[in-house]
Structures are given as structure tokens and as C-alpha cells.
């Protein structure tokens, strides 16, 4: 059941509510009744081993494969198997795991393509703000995006994203190919900074410790659904932390089954 106001949880409404999802390529059906929700401002990480299918639930939410069965809720509108750039003037941003910038563009044209949807000054006052966020990437704007470094590449990639003032930024493995210690930076400094500005976020990501400690809820994914939804912090806590991980632990206080609605 999809969740309107606090539950006993202390989550706040849903902003995303994702309930039961089907998706995967052609007969292959790899996600399989899952279901998430991200309330307003909160930050949700979806860890789980390779390939559980955390990228597949991700693409079918934002409208890159169909949705099988299953439902997807955008605040108040059904937005199940609604097309990418819909989603996109709704509030939607979404870094995929690969292919996440222009990558024969140079850094400014990136951002620019961001801000499509945007009126030329509006687009020039949403770069300058992209680029305080980034400033980093001030200094190499003329530079092709192919020649960025593992860390610069993935700012481009959330930076272009931002460009449309996303209320809800989907992330799929931002860390990926990156140094524990730029992992750090980009998850303590940056996604976070944006949770705190009051962007919504939903994560899947590798480095899960890294990852559920700026998180305030979490999903662990296996084998194509949600095997355990559980505050953050609690699940910081377990023992048995390494086995929950994999998917192979559901059971211990303060965590709870996924079920239909926000948990
Ligand atoms: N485009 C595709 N066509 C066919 N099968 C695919 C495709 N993409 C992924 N798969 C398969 O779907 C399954 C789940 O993949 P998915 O990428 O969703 O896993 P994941 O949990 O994101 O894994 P990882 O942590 O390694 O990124 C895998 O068996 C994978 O081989
Ligand atoms: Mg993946």
C-alpha cells in the first residue's frame, strides 16, 4: 500500500513509490515483485551482490525497459512505463551505471544538453549554479569528456543531471571506478550536500558502507526483489551485516521485510 504521511517507521511521505515491479530483456524476467519507496528529502541506498538486478529495477522506474507488472508513483501520478524525458519534466534525474556522459562533448555542452528543457537564460543561470556545486569543473569546461578522470566524469555526469533541478536524483553506482577516497568525497561531500538541500535520492552502490552511512533507508536487493528494508543505521548495526548484504539474511530486530508499500 502506498504510503501518504509518516508511518510508524518515521519515514516521511513517499515521494517515489515503486510496488511490486516486473522487468527484465526480452523472456528474461530479472526483477521480480520489488518494491522501494524514497520519501520527500530522504536519501535510500539499494544494495545487493552483482547481478541482482538493482540496474534493471532502476532503468524500468525511469522509463529505459518496460515495466512488466507492477507500479511506479511519482508524487501523486502514476508514472508507470512513462518515457524518459517525461520523467525527466516531472522532477526525475537519473545517472546510469555506464554511458553517463557525451563523451566526444566537451564538459560545457554536456551541461548544456542537461538543460534542455530550460529557456537560454534560464539554462545560464542553472549552469552557474551546477557549477558552484562543481566548481571543480569550472576549470575544464572547453575539455572533451573523454579525457576526464574517473571522478571529474562522474560530477559531469551528476552535474548535467542537475542542470534540471531534479527533485528526485536516481544514481546508479556513482563511486563505481573510483578511489575509496574520491568515493568518500563524492557520497560524504556531495550526495549528501544534495540530501541536505532537499533533493530526494535514491542509490544503488557497491561501496555499501560508504553508502548507508549518509543514507537514512536502505533495501537490500537479491536475486530480483527487496529481501530486507530497513533503516540505515540499523542495518549499520548488524553482525551479520556480510551476509545481509548478499541477500542471504533477512531476519534480526529492527529490520523488516519488504513489503507492498513504504517500509
Ligand atoms: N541489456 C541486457 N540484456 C540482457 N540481460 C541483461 C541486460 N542487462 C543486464 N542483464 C542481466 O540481468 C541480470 C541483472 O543485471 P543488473 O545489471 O540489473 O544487475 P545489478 O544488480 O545491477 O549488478 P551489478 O552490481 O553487477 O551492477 C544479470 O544476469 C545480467 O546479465
Ligand atoms: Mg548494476
Request: glycine share 12%; with cysteine.
Amino acid at each position: 500500500m502506498p504510503t501518504s504521511s509518516a508511518d510508524e517507521t518515521g519515514r516521511p511521505p513517499a515521494y517515489l513509490q515503486v510496488d511490486d515491479l516486473a522487468a527484465g530483456y526480452g523472456a528474461s524476467v530479472i526483477v521480480n515483485g520489488a518494491s522501494a519507496g524514497v520519501g520527500h528529502g530522504e536519501i535510500v541506498t539499494i544494495v545487493g551482490p552483482n547481478g541482482a538486478g538493482k540496474s534493471t529495477f532502476l532503468k524500468a522506474i525511469v522509463g529505459m525497459i518496460p515495466a512488466l507488472s507492477g507500479k511506479v508513483r511519482l508524487g501523486e501520478e502514476d508514472v508507470t512505463n512513462m518515457k524518459a524525458n517525461n520523467l525527466a519534466k516531472r522532477g526525475l534525474g537519473y545517472v546510469p551505471q555506464v554511458n553517463d556522459v557525451f563523451e566526444t562533448l566537451s564538459v560545457l555542452d554536456n551541461l548544456a544538453i542537461g538543460g534542455y528543457l530550460l529557456s537560454r537564460p534560464g539554462a545560464a543561470r542553472r549552469m552557474e549554479a551546477v557549477l558552484e556545486t562543481f566548481p571543480a569543473l569550472k576549470t575544464m569546461l572547453k575539455r572533451t569528456a573523454s579525457k576526464l578522470s574517473g571522478g571529474e566524469r562522474k560530477m559531469l555526469a551528476i552535474a548535467r543531471v542537475l542542470m534540471l533541478e531534479p527533485r528526485l536524483l536516481v544514481l546508479d553506482e556513482p563511486t563505481s571506478n573510483l578511489s575509496a577516497e574520491l568515493s568518500r568525497m563524492l557520497l560524504e561531500e556531495h550526495v549528501r550536500r544534495l540530501g541536505k538541500g532537499g533533493t530526494a535520492l535514491l542509490i544503488v552502490e557497491q561501496k555499501a558502507l560508504a553508502a548507508l552511512t549518509i543514507s537514512d533507508w536502505a533495501y537490500v536487493m537479491a536475486a530480483g526483489t527487496m529481501k530486507v528494508s530497513s533503516a540505515a543505521k540499523d542495518l549499520l548495526a548488524r553482525k551479520d551485516i556480510g551476509e545481509v548484504f548478499l541477500g542471504r539474511s533477512t531476519e534480526g530486530p529492527n529490520v523488516q521485510r519488504a513489503s507492498g508499500g513504504i517500509c
